[in-house]
């Protein structure tokens, strides 16, 4: 059996979740397995048509594809989620449709279901067959008791895809609304006094009906209000994981974000958080 590990963490091979996994190969050595690192690759995977090809074909030829992923803030983080996003964006989603799936986690037990729940939905809007997950702590690896669970876990799942078990959606599919919003007449204008208010939204061409309600609510508000488009702050990229923030609260990256957060957000007495679902 071929399994594909898509790993979810941007520290690739090094992350405590493809630990798992190696020790998952340790255990279950009569399988062939191809680690794809989605999350620390994502730019290169976004603007290399090979990469994204070559990806591709290595979800097409799985028996199992396991997701596998660190929580960030309660969900899996940025870079998992931007691969994600383009497999829908560029129509890919054939590759995955019809192949078992499975989700594996490492965490401190935060809100864990969360994040699974979110894989499973995107699994069944892939068209795959989901088995399951399995949620682990950080260090349950160097538990005797864990690590027999882990076992279990992974043989059940294995079994499951050997016997070609029946699995049946459980998410309905999602339907983008066809309407169109149209601002309705204008209402009694709202002065924001001495508070100031921060409108933060990612809106862009793929949402009109979002532009159209934000550029409405923002012409409600009289006084200190200011709308600010997330395509418009320099970025570099999401979160590494790297944990270098827990010594002096001074992130890796140097760009835009931490000023726009100082002089932007920390100062707004209203911040209102506007995006399409």
Same mark, same amino acid.
């Given at each position: 059996?071929?399994?594909?590990?898509?790993?979810?963490?941007?520290?690739?091979?090094?992350?405590?979740?493809?630990?798992? *996994?190696?020790?998952?190969?340790?255990?279950?050595?009569? %399988?062939?397995?191809?680690?794809?690192?989605?999350?620390?690759?994502?730019?290169?995977?976004?603007?290399?048509?090979?990469? $994204?090809?070559?990806?591709?074909?290595?979800?097409?030829?799985?028996?199992?594809?396991? $997701?596998?992923?660190?929580?960030? @803030?309660?969900?899996?983080?940025?870079?998992?989620?931007?691969?994600?996003?383009?497999?829908?964006?560029?129509?890919?989603?054939?590759?995955?449709?019809?192949?078992?799936?499975?989700?594996?986690?490492?965490?401190?037990?935060?809100?864990?279901?969360?994040?699974?729940?979110?894989?499973?939905?995107?699994?069944?809007?892939?068209?795959?067959?989901?088995?399951?997950?399995?949620?682990?702590?950080?260090?349950?690896?160097?538990?005797?008791?864990?690590?027999?669970?882990?076992?279990?876990?992974?043989?059940?799942?294995?079994?499951?895809?050997?016997?070609?078990?029946?699995?049946?959606?459980?998410?309905?599919?999602?339907?983008?609304?066809?309407?169109? @919003? *149209?601002?309705?007449?204008?209402?009694?204008?709202?002065?924001?006094?001495?508070?100031?208010?921060?409108? &933060?939204?990612?809106?862009?061409?793929?949402?009109?009906?979002?532009?159209?309600?934000?550029?409405?609510?923002?012409?409600?508000?009289?006084?200190?209000?200011?709308?600010?488009? &997330? %395509?418009?702050?320099?970025?570099?990229?999401?979160?590494?994981?790297?944990?270098?923030?827990?010594?002096?609260?001074?992130?890796?990256?140097?760009?835009?974000?931490?000023?726009?957060?100082?002089?932007?957000?920390?100062?707004?007495?209203?911040?209102?958080?506007?995006?399409?679902?």
């Amino acid at each position: 059996m071929k399994i594909v590990v898509l790993n979810g963490s941007p520290k690739g091979d090094t992350s405590v979740t493809m630990q798992y *996994v190696a020790y998952i190969r340790k255990k279950f050595p009569d %399988h062939r397995y191809e680690i794809l690192n989605v999350a620390a690759d994502i730019r290169k995977i976004e603007k290399d048509a090979a990469a $994204w090809n070559t990806t591709l074909d290595s979800v097409r030829s799985a028996d199992l594809v396991l $997701w596998a992923f660190p929580l960030y @803030y309660l969900v899996v983080c940025s870079q998992y989620k931007r691969f994600i996003e383009l497999v829908f964006e560029r129509k890919a989603q054939d590759a995955f449709a019809g192949t078992y799936a499975s989700s594996l986690s490492t965490s401190i037990h935060f809100f864990d279901q969360t994040a699974h729940a979110y894989i499973h939905a995107i699994s069944d809007d892939l068209g795959m067959k989901y088995l399951g997950f399995y949620s682990a702590e950080m260090r349950d690896l160097l538990q005797d008791e864990e690590r027999k669970r882990l076992e279990k876990f992974v043989s059940l799942i294995l079994t499951a895809v050997q016997e070609k078990v029946p699995v049946q959606r459980e998410n309905a599919p999602l339907v983008w609304p066809a309407t169109t @919003y *149209v601002p309705g007449p204008s209402q009694k204008i709202l002065d924001t006094g001495a508070k100031k208010v921060v409108i &933060l939204t990612d809106s862009d061409s793929s949402s009109p009906n979002l532009f159209a309600m934000t550029d409405r609510l923002f012409k409600t508000f009289s006084g200190s209000v200011e709308m600010i488009n &997330l %395509h418009d702050i320099n970025m570099k990229g999401g979160c590494l994981g790297c944990c270098q923030c827990g010594y002096d609260n001074t992130c890796v990256y140097t760009d835009g974000y931490i000023d726009f957060f100082r002089n932007k957000l920390l100062p707004a007495d209203i911040i209102i958080m506007a995006g399409s679902v």
